[in-house]
């Protein structure tokens, strides 16, 4: 405190800082580590994130070549750095989890050798993985008259890294991964506007136009080359309390879509309802029933209004 | 400039040089400094803003530990640490907003003291701003049925940093600080595109969820209890303009939502209107006059349109 | 690695190594680099998008001062700094574009010559983009009324981040710059929510606000004076497939705006449709077809329903 | 690699790669890591030294206030932040010493708890080390006519920093902490140019002039009021080999200075020799002897030579 | 703290806090802030130190080009950037050694202009600065028969650092600035290991081969074209205390040497004594009495022993 | 520049500018770029430093493994980061050092070819280099009775970071490149002390005890098992000037050091004389003739003089 050293001001600060101290005032909202315990880190998990990108998309991220030879030493030091950097944040997504442990010591090198299981099992998962994503690619690429490449596509569209930190999130989440998942998403969906559920599940060839403001809620299908536009939700109508008043968790209550569907700008479904293979959403509507495969829906035509003075609305 | 030092392009860069350099092209759209003011710094708020947060909620953005010595030690320190980064970025605040000054030095002084005051009488509230975030995660974690603790809550949910920063902004503008509380509210918006205006009102146990491109508008009053969903908009409808054809500033122009209401995505409320309390405003909704409590708003019913082909819309 | 040397773990790391460095599975999404061609990098162009910024707006996100002697010094010396970051990396753009050459070291110097020539082509504009951004500028204070001031909004709006990014990006498309223009856009859309297509013709005294989820397609052609909200969409209804089934680029497909328009919240207005000058499109609208002048569009009135129970939707 | 891919080039780095990549080229030279060790850190390890001279000097390295309140607060954080950062820095220097570990998983625990104990012994030295430092810096005051206050020495007189540094790194090894020592007088050599070998004694009162060259062997003993100038050597003669020819380890071979010593510039005291308290060792002298209490001890007066021409020596 | 929470660890780390935060404790040894102050930054003073290399050396340390009109703007930018750093350096130092002060805020606005005129007195004597330093730069040059260019020797030659640093530490000794200078040539000294006093006066033509070692004290005087080796010392041989065994400050104890002189390395040349210019000072060498010009001291010649075992010294 | 606007302050910063920016203030030192030419950098030319010990000694400065498998990808691919890294500095300095090019475009390009074949020989002595520094740590640690393994050696020892920074250079230098080599040895000087010319030829098994001041010359030959201990100078005694009185470049001047030498503290050996095999060279002594094999030269011992008041000297 530089402050002129003044009164009245040193007492503020000080009952503040009394308040701010009291055991009942922070015991609801405040957060324990243990010894030993890494914490969970968004730098870290940004460079996980992006480390596997440079995995997936060789050359687009790094300065590797292509040399077959080259190739071989950095997919091999990146897997190595990744096991590392991956091992040590599922760590620390356990510890986090982690809540009625008496005796930290003795399960902290446990789970260390569990986070390593993970992880390793994580990396085994990846060369499926940029086959799909390869295939998100090419759905992009096609859907947009104004994509020049797949190079473009994968260098600078937000809905590629949407899509593969949904496709890391949704991998960590199946080896159990608690909270780190959800932590992955949340940046995409900081960065881009997207907000995927880890939870979802959804097919290949799969894209998303523009995207900011589109949501995906936690217990989705979604199948084989659907495509999203900006502002579209796949939420949740309601959803049922247990006598305490909380909510039920791991109901279904998100929409199935089927394959070959085309979600427009700013539509709303919202519930466990099914839209059927190769239907057509239009922008703007509201669905919170089932829609039968080859359908169309648009919204009413627009009452038109003229007003005397242009003005007002 | 290191270029091939052909005439022609040093030609260019130099007449652009020249232009630019006139003082009627740049008049209208610069700003000066004087002497000793400190400038404004995004990275410096962002640390604030960190800092506050730290304050709040104990251990989840920092590491230190819950024993309650240390708690004490750490909220001194943080305290006095935020209080003199607070008190530079108020006074950059009052330095940017005053525009007629003559004396710039005289005032500095002056303006440093008053900075300070403000800096201490904000550090008092962060107590209180404490116990309204608590009931803000509350509702949080019981609005959403994906969410595993309220540590999961606080960790990665951008509602929390779109309200908390909110809370933030407003109590300085109620402090009277000028223009940093718009700048907090914006590095939220740009964060988790959720925009809340420093200078609404809204109550405790408040919550967003997902968020992006929510919008409550500078004279909105929100009671308790009140659930937004993504794409919300709470607007102004049109505003009157004074004999010289700008808008009047300070009007009251957006909506009332009084406890207890839920607002489903992308719905429109604009102008000062109320929506009653208890009441339910579905999706894509859009509402320009008063909803009495209790009530539920749906759009129609989306009309069906079967194409032969499927292609079109 | 630093695992517990567990052989099983060594070898599924091994397993996922020998797959991913297949040159059958990375082909199809790899990238590769020449010597002595620089790589395309998001910090440089963020850091020429601030330059520029700095250039236009002076004394805001620098330090200058407006003594003229100064200005004139401070604006050769951003120019040539800009000259030098801006030739690299749009000599980066042209080689990431480039895909058929086989003697790379002759083109490389003649690319250099030709990236040096459209740097010095874009600077000669930056004077009518000061311009054109001061007009952008008035409007978005005059549409605000909880604007304060034009330094207000040139320091915080984002609408102001995303517009002077588009300018910079059209200007830059203009002199046949491949894919930085798109970066630019996607680096403005990431950080305010506004996605605005480079190659969009937008008139001045454009304003939009708030502005998250705001979509302006590729082909747009927008007047003076236009206003718009957030969530807006000016999108295309379909596009035409080549007989290979990829969509044909470069046809008209997005609407045109003529002057004095203002479109609010979440409307939808697609296809190659024009909206005559002075109308205004309500909220949440969704338009496939042409709008005469002096129009005013509305959605129909939602129908109430009153549950019983308040509760489900 | 960007190279012209030119075959001959690829097939020297090959070729490199495969001889550094063999077992007997990188065994003696190599060093192994084991899973959850941290790993010893420069930075790491200055930002702790940073940290005690700011426990040690309050207000001189940090921006805390002497407001005693506040005073009470940072030292509890500070003290809380170092216990925590040399925690882990001892368990890695731990690490780092240990061979002939076969089951590292068990033992890291007891390290880590070992480690804790050690740092916790140490900070409870601090309140000692800051009382015999207040006699250096008098000692230096003292001792230099151009100093103009205490402030001055301690912010910016190299002596502090190596005498700091060096009192440090002798605590950490009565605690018997590895290699860790070595290295922070290390980094205040490679910063002051003086060596203060760790496991030296050295007296209060102590200080050393400009000090660039100074040399302090380990089994030096200094007594209280020694002054020392630049480029002095406290060194050995020579030492006993072990049957296998290597130096055996421990044996006093390092001079003994008396109190109130005063050692002048490019002094060399070689073995274990003792200076008599109250003498004066001149520039330049080289003693292999003992020298009784209260001698002075100066080089021959030098032997001129006129040349002719004034040029060669 | 994350450590076990083991009582006794806790209580050890408890009590140093108490102890290190009484006032008794670090009252000696402490440093008051006063608000509005500036600290000294060891990271400024560095930038500073740059930016007049940058100034001094054009193209040497910046990517500026020497294009007549461009080095125009760049010298004004870069003046102008060193003139707000210095001014705040300097008035950093200015609170720092002022100690009686009772009314703060009033002699801080007076400071801040009579740092401001120091800023500019300094700048105008850059263009003599850079004229003598092109001296030392031919004269190291000259005297080094493994440089190459001019340009190898500005750009790493150890020499130049350290008398560019003293050059701008001495010019700001003279305009009375407070213990800046002091820490400039400290940080030379670390930098390169010759320690010369900012208040020493040295003439144009000045080079110091290798240097490491090399100390010239605070009122020695230097003639033109001297030439000095690593390890010189020209040093106090001792100084007068006053009544209460303080030194007394100020009073002349270093040498004199005139132009042209050569002193080899690690010579010691101690008190107000005068080398006589054309006089060359062998290495190793102690002097601490005149010597008369066109002089050449050696050391005696070496005693040879030969020792039967070749072993011991 | 944010001063008080006060008209002198301007006017002493514009002259100041104005003769700083004359053609003939800055021509005789300053440099020129040219286009596409890479600049020589201090960080990047420490960050390949760096690599090559991460290459030389693995698991030491890095974190990989020493699993077979893992070494080889590593290797592999810190090679390859080096060849590019490499490559560009050298190319760096190429351009440095050409002065007379009028066509720099053309050549360019050449550089570059020839720039990428001296990294890739270099490379090529990597392995042998390795060897040698064995033998040097190997060296160090059996000449210091204080070293308690290699690993300390090779992590903290100085005289390591001093003789892998020669080795480096030395290889450079071997292979034409100029000025870096020079570079990379004075970054080793400011770091250790130790200042090794990179055209000096210095056999295996090499050490330099302590380090600070010792100068090894250009064109020195030091034997294999040579010991050096701080302060040594093995520098040049005089050298003849040309007709210009310029001094004569690449004359041997600098002694031979045979095998199995020592060499004490502070020892001077001055022009092109010979110390033949297992001498033994006493601190302090100055030499400036041969020494036959087996010899050890000791300095006078010194006179002793009692003063009556023990103060002066």
């Not at 596997?52 to 897997?79: C, K, Q, S, W």
């Not at 909270?179 to 290949?204: C, F, K, L, N, Y």
């Not at 799969?206 to 949501?215: A, L, N, Q, R």
Request: glycine residues 8%; hydrophobic residues 40%.
């Amino acid at each position: 405190m530089t402050a002129f050293n003044r009164k009245e001001t040193a007492e503020k600060l000080r009952n503040a800082v009394e308040i701010l101290s009291k055991n009942d005032s922070y015991s609801a909202i405040c957060h324990k580590h243990y010894i030993g315990e890494p914490s969970i880190s968004m730098e870290k998990l940004d460079m996980i994130v992006k480390k596997i990108r440079e995995i997936i998309f060789p050359g687009f991220f790094d300065n590797n070549t292509l040399d077959p030879v080259a190739v071989h030493y950095y997919m091999g030091v990146y897997t190595d750095e990744l096991f590392d950097m991956l091992s040590e944040q599922i760590l620390a997504g356990l510890c986090f989890a982690c809540k009625e442990r008496k005796d930290s010591e003795l399960h902290l090198m446990d789970e260390m050798v569990y986070a390593n299981d993970i992880a390793a099992d994580f990396i085994s998962t990846l060369p499926e993985m940029r086959r799909i994503l390869s295939t998100d690619v090419e759905a992009t690429f096609l859907g947009d008259p104004a994509a020049q490449s797949w190079s473009e596509v994968i260098f600078c569209y937000p809905t590629i890294k949407a899509i593969s930190s949904y496709r890391i999130a949704h991998a960590l989440l199946g080896l159990k991964v608690p909270i780190i998942p959800r932590i992955i998403t949340e940046m995409a969906h900081s960065e881009t506007g997207i907000d995927i559920h880890p939870r979802a599940e959804i097919g290949e060839s799969f894209s998303i136009d523009h995207g900011t403001g589109t949501v995906i809620g936690a217990t989705c299908i979604i199948g084989k080359k659907v495509k999203l536009y900006q502002g579209v939700t796949l939420g949740a109508k309601n959803f049922p309390m247990d006598e305490n008043g909380n909510p039920i968790k791991g109901i279904p209550r998100h929409p199935i879509i089927e394959d070959n569907v085309v979600i427009y700008a700013q539509a709303t479904i919202l519930g466990r309802v099914t839209i059927g293979h190769e239907s057509v959403i239009g922008g703007n509507v509201w669905v919170t029933h089932d829609v039968p495969p080859n359908s169309t829906l648009v919204q009413f035509k627009p009452k038109w209004q003229q007003f005397a003075d242009g003005a007002g609305i």
